[in-house]
């Protein structure tokens, strides 16, 4: 297992993803340690001056104007934890608790929150001891950072509330903490609020959803190339020369994978051949990469934002190396918020295009042959009929979850925070869209290997073969007289979702773009 180590320049996606997935241990660096020194250095000295400081020796959102005696201040760095530990519904993910917990601890280890190094220590010692505290799904409204969810996370480091043990036993965080052999923190100035303010939940989600859409993306490509193999479709129609006049990226990414799936296939170019011959194909087969690369772009332009606030310090106040401690509106989640309704938007048309394959799969009026619904016996059997309707169910889903969550505010804290950018609203209906996604496309893939197989006598890609025969192995089972659908579905959906159906095909293409 390898160590992420966190300096003061931020991180990378693929830190987070180590350490939210793949339990990765984390250090601090020495150039973190010493920042983390310095700037805790400027709030202790404002501490100790007769003016108030937001944040240091004041109240905080609408309750700013009351000056805090020092005696009350590690009082009020407890109480806004607990009183902001207010979330209720499910339990959010694991990795998505651990993700959030590692992004606060970027922004605190680059010397701009005022936390002290100890604290920081004990953040890098519960990640590394498997301790996930329970935060719930409701309680954020992506402004003043994703407060709710990173109080629960705060809670624990205090010893207080529940958390998620190494075994996955909800317990006490305390009791957890202790067997550990960590301290729970005694908060002091600033720190209480430093640990809640940021969007750290949020870009967690962000991050992981990227990295989901890449192999999803690339899945819907190899499952357009195999419907289109299924109807016996025109590849030309992928030429790189076409896709250079309008020269989106991702939509010549999405062609090129088309047309390293299909290379070699003995089912394309079929059109003349037929009683009835076609001029050219539906749009959802014709314009797959032109759907799909839109989406990619997109996944693009999320991805740049995501880099730059994985390099930010978002906090507030926040300690400047003049040793001004300034109060500010980083906090604020539209950036992320934006994006992750981009990509619900582009995840819903994607799924959108390929159930309309699917369902052309299943038509006998407008799959050239085909048996109707794929069926082993029409009318004693309804083949696919059904899974296509659970596609369509999918489908249906995405569109109401592509509604922008971001286009909504609601003013909270006494109107003192009047507009919010409900970005964590917008990755808890990313996370959804995603998985629904996968479904969609495990049920294309379903659709369009059965399809395949059944136009005897001619031979399909190397790549699509080699696609058909590890899903088959993945339990993924061919044509045939009805059966209980669902398993086999769901050997779909674990193939796809696993990235086993990239896997597959990559050793003949190459790798996919």
């Given at each position: 297992m390898h160590t992420v180590v966190v300096g003061t320049s931020g991180t990378t996606a693929e830190d987070v993803i180590a350490v939210a997935r793949g339990n990765?241990?984390?250090?601090?660096?020495?150039?973190?340690?010493?920042?983390?020194?310095?700037?805790?250095?400027?709030?202790?000295?404002?501490?100790?001056?007769?003016?108030?400081?937001?944040?240091?020796?004041?109240?905080?959102?609408?309750?700013?104007?009351?000056?805090?005696?020092?005696?009350?201040?590690?009082?009020l760095q407890r109480n806004i934890v607990r009183s902001h530990a207010a979330g209720m519904g499910p339990r959010?993910?694991?990795?998505?608790?651990?993700?959030?917990?590692?992004?606060?601890?970027?922004?605190?280890?680059?010397?701009?929150?005022?936390?002290?190094?100890?604290?920081?220590?004990?953040?890098?010692?519960?990640?590394?001891?498997?301790?996930?505290?329970?935060?719930?799904?409701?309680?954020?409204?992506?402004?003043?950072g994703d407060l709710a969810p990173l109080s629960h996370c705060a809670l624990a480091l205090m010893?207080?509330?529940?958390?998620?043990?190494?075994?996955?036993?909800?317990?006490?965080?305390?009791?957890?903490l202790a067997e550990a052999g960590i301290a729970p923190v005694e908060l002091r100035e600033k720190e209480g609020l430093a640990l809640l303010n940021g969007t750290d939940g949020m870009l967690?989600?962000?991050?992981?959803?990227?990295?989901?859409?890449?192999?999803?993306?690339?899945?819907?490509?190899?499952?357009?190339?195999?419907?289109?193999?299924?109807?016996?479709?025109?590849?030309r129609v992928l030429a790189p020369e076409l896709h250079a006049i309008r020269p989106h990226?991702?939509?010549?990414?999405?062609?090129?994978?088309?047309?390293?799936?299909?290379?070699?296939?003995?089912?394309?170019?079929?059109?003349?051949?037929?009683?009835?011959?076609?001029?050219?194909?539906?749009?959802?087969?014709?314009c797959a990469p032109q759907v799909a690369g839109a989406g990619r772009d997109t996944m693009a332009h999320a991805a740049l934002v995501a880099s730059r606030e994985l390099a930010s310090a978002v906090?507030?106040?926040?300690?400047?190396?003049?040793?001004?401690?300034?109060?500010?509106?980083?906090?604020?989640?539209?950036?992320v918020a934006y994006v992750l309704d981009f990509l619900a938007i582009a995840a819903a048309d994607l799924g959108s295009i390929a159930e309309r394959r699917t369902d052309r799969l299943l038509d006998k009026n407008r799959s050239h042959g085909l048996p109707p619904f794929l069926a082993d016996d029409a009318g004693v059997d309804s083949g696919l009929m059904i899974a296509q309707y659970t596609q369509a169910a999918l489908v249906s889903e995405m569109k109401r979850l592509a509604v922008p969550a971001s286009a909504d505010s609601i003013p909270s804290s006494a109107m003192q925070e009047d507009h919010v950018s409900m970005g964590w609203s917008a990755a808890r209906k990313l996370r959804t869209a995603v998985d629904n996604l996968t479904r969609i496309i495990a049920?294309?893939?379903?659709?369009?290997?059965?399809?395949?197989?059944?136009?005897?006598?001619?031979?399909?890609?190397?790549?699509?073969?080699?696609?058909?025969?590890?899903?088959?192995?993945?339990?993924?089972?061919?044509?045939?007289?009805?059966?209980?659908?669902?398993?086999?579905?769901?050997?779909a959906d674990a193939f796809v979702r696993t990235g086993g159906l990239?896997?597959?095909v990559e050793p003949v293409t190459g790798p996919l773009a």
């Open positions: 990765a241990r984390v250090q601090l660096s020495g150039e973190a340690l010493d920042a983390l020194a310095r700037a805790r250095e400027i709030v202790d000295a404002l501490a100790a001056k007769p003016e108030p400081v937001y944040g240091v020796s004041t109240g905080f959102g609408a309750l700013a104007s009351r000056h805090i005696s020092p005696e009350l201040r590690a009082q959010v993910e694991r990795e998505v608790v651990r993700a959030l917990m590692f992004l606060r601890l970027k922004t605190v280890a680059s010397g701009h929150t005022g936390v002290r190094p100890s604290v920081a220590q004990t953040m890098v010692d519960v990640l590394n001891a498997g301790i996930t505290p329970v935060v719930h799904e409701y309680g954020s409204l992506g402004c003043s010893g207080e509330g529940d958390a998620e043990g190494p075994d996955g036993v909800v317990r006490p965080a305390g009791e957890l967690g989600m962000l991050v992981m959803a990227l990295a989901d859409l890449d192999k999803l993306y690339k899945s819907a490509d190899i499952t357009a190339a195999l419907t289109l193999e299924a109807l016996l479709g025109t590849e990226p991702g939509q010549g990414a999405s062609a090129a994978n088309m047309a390293a799936v299909l290379k070699g296939s003995g089912l394309t170019g079929h059109f003349q051949e037929e009683s009835a011959p076609r001029v050219q194909d539906a749009y959802s087969v014709r906090d507030n106040p926040v300690v400047l190396p003049d040793g001004r401690v300034e109060s500010n509106g980083n906090f604020h989640g539209a950036p049920i294309e893939l379903y659709a369009a290997t059965r399809a395949i197989e059944l136009r005897h006598g001619l031979t399909p890609a190397p790549a699509s073969r080699a696609a058909i025969a590890a899903a088959r192995a993945a339990g993924v089972e061919g044509p045939g007289p009805d059966r209980f659908l669902a398993p086999d579905l769901a050997a990239v896997a597959a």
